[in-house]
């Protein structure tokens, strides 16, 4: 399967825990961005990347969110201190790139915070 | 006000009917206009990807742009069970920077 491909695929944890997600993009793929997605809304965007830099980051990623990319590959999303509403799918897309190119998404992490 | 506002239904139609979906949207900046499909629990998958107005065809489905109105659609000829989903629309100024998604609109095609 050449996707986007996102790691675990299910997560549970304790409020106050970090977690760490990770998304593989499709190989030529030298953007990728972070979504967050809650129940009956669509995808919320909060980072991307150009190959390892980090270009833009929404108002939604607070500062117990991080996110790199370090080789320009894979990328990991870290919340700290996780909250409950930090209860979501965390989906993960990646795109070519080329003006008209656009993003596919992977299947998604979802986070539940007890 | 949304950038985006799509109608989250519920949806329900008989298998065979035709489908419409829509979405209108506030920033004349956007061109790119993208169809989603997302089963339950999975990630949105891409129907359709239109630049600026004007329709699209592939199958069973069809894309519609309006920009002067700021409206897009999306129909689905001969409905199927298996098009049971919610379809989110999508939308951006330059496809390399965010998307800016309906809530989606949930979809039930009943045998």
């Known amino acids: 399967d050449t996707g986007v491909s996102q790691n675990p695929r299910h997560k549970i944890t304790k409020r106050g825990q970090n977690v760490t997600f990770r998304c593989d993009p499709i190989s030529e793929h030298n953007r990728l961005y972070w979504y967050r997605q809650t129940l009956g809304q669509g995808p919320e965007f909060l980072t991307y990347f150009q190959n390892e830099a980090q270009l833009e980051k929404s108002r939604l990623l607070s500062d117990r969110f991080s996110a790199e990319r370090p080789k320009g590959s894979f990328s990991t999303l870290e919340i700290q201190r996780t909250e409950q509403g930090d209860s979501a799918m965390y989906l993960c897309?990646?795109?070519?790139?080329?003006?008209?190119?656009?993003?596919?998404f992977g299947p998604g992490t979802r986070l539940l915070v007890l | 006000q949304k950038e985006v506002e799509q109608d989250p239904g519920p949806l329900s139609v008989p298998e065979g009917a035709i489908v419409s979906l829509n979405c209108t949207y506030s920033n004349s900046a956007f061109q790119y206009f993208m169809w989603y499909r997302q089963y339950s629990r999975k990630g949105p998958e891409l129907l359709m990807y239109?630049?600026?107005?004007g329709n699209k065809e592939d199958g069973r489905f069809t894309a519609q742009v309006d920009k002067s109105s700021k409206y897009i659609s999306l129909f689905i000829r001969d409905s199927q069970p298996s098009d049971s989903a919610t379809y989110l629309c999508?939308?951006?100024?330059?496809?390399?920077?965010?998307?800016?998604f309906g809530t989606g609109t949930s979809l039930t095609v009943i045998p």
């Open positions: 239109t630049y600026s107005s």
């Open positions: 999508a939308m951006s100024a330059n496809t390399g920077n965010q998307f800016y």
């Open positions: 897309a990646s795109k070519r790139k080329g003006g008209k190119e656009t993003q596919y």
